[in-house]
């Protein structure tokens, strides 16, 4: 019986050799190549239909990518393989104006035995109705032969490079002093921002190539990360900064060491972009960030919504509306002028970027955000799933046994779109909700204290804890 293959919050993954198999790789090729054809606009109406397929430095991701790029030349589309391993943003920028739709075989931030497939169209993920038509195409025509069809291959890199370039204020960045440490956690960005700043300006961690991630999960979360603190007091850099596998996610070290929560990081860049390049429009984010957008959005008048977790839901709400700033909890930011999609080097040039400008390190503009819109602690903790959880039923259950008031606070609203979000009457919040990419059960928090925090994260693992047994 062929596997049963679903597209999650970003792309479809598996077990490499398990369901992540040569087999059904093609499946999904055959089933994108019909989907390419009926939707493709034709090269006489002026746009390109041309095709782009990536790849990262995970095992065996060239050969799995060989395998699609054939596929599509079997089945007449115009095909670009990658010459070497990208970045998915890469891919997804290629999607602007050189190809009409990118397909890049990389499992993101999992763990090494994972690979996996994510779909770029106009600069960022493929929307829930393309995924879901790609799915339902699936064995519904032979796959096509790939013997003997060799695709073009083109290292593209520096068409993403020099659009982010430009995108920055590079004078203003090469004017600062001070070094940076870059943790590429073995990843396929690797070498990128040595290429735009100066490489004496650089001290790279964990560059090299290894498809094993040297047993780590390239997830750039607090928890993976200690090398990078450490790097950065010992050579008293002004800032660490860390991609993920394919290095559309991003985390950042301040100069004293202390890791910036997604939280505290958008804040820094919605209020600088607001403040220094006039962004106007609405503030987009999952129901896993916290409350200082919303309270930036208020000040500044601006419409704030909340989506469900994973970044295409932001990348949607980009598409259909009038969005200046979007982000998701896993390290996933943009905004107008930037690509519609997660980029972790834009980011972290940006950063850069306001940090040149304002003269300021990264703690103190830290400290100015939490000064002007309050304090934010935020913590997540993940708990191991072992068998399938209804996930609408157990939320349901959850509800029913909440208490009148969490940490001495009355709850103000109550959230079941994405998992149970819990949100206090001060702002503060517990949402626990299944990962859409990993089977583990998340527990998120944002309060103005660590102990508060780490309280109200208690609390959620308690109130879950018998749904896990």
Known sequence: MATNIKFGTDGWRGVIAWDFTFENVRRVAQALADFINENAPAEEEGKTSKIFVGYDRRFMSDIFAADIAAI???????????????????ASCLTISKFWLAVMVTASHNPAQYNGIKIKLAGGSAPTRVTKEVEQLLDQNSILSLY?????????????????????NMK???AMKGKVVMDYMYGAASGYLERLLAPARVIALRAQHD???????????????????????????????????DGDRVALIDE???????????????????????????????????YLLKRIARKHEMLFEEVGVGFKNVAERIFLDDVAFGVEESGGYAWKGSLPDRDGLMVALTFLEVMAV????????CAEVAAEYGASVYLRKDLPITKPMDKAAVVEKMRKKLPKKING????EIYTADGLKVILENDEWVLIRPSGTEPLLRVYAETATKKDTQAMLDFGAKLVAPYLK
């Open 72 to 90: 599509f030349r079997s089945n007449k589309l115009n095909v670009t393989l990658g010459e070497c391993p990208v970045s998915t943003p890469v």
């Open 148 to 168: 003997g069809q060799k695709a073009e291959k083109k290292d593209l890199t520096d068409v993403y490079l020099k659009y982010v370039s430009s995108h920055v």
């Open 172 to 174: 203003k960045i090469a």
């Open 211 to 245: 498809p094993t991630f040297n047993g780590i999960q390239p997830e750039p979360v607090e928890k993976n990360l200690a090398e990078l603190k450490k790097t950065v007091l010992d050579k008293k850099a002004v800032l660490g900064i860390a991609f993920d596998g």
């Open 256 to 290: 004293k060491g202390t890791y910036l929560t997604p939280c505290v990081l958008a804040a820094v860049l919605l209020d600088y972009l607001i403040k220094n390049k006039r962004l106007k429009g609405n503030v987009v984010e999952t129901y896993s960030m916290g």
């Open 358 to 365: 304002t003269g300021k390190k990264a703690s103190e503009l």
């Open 409 to 412: 606070h009355k709850i103000a």
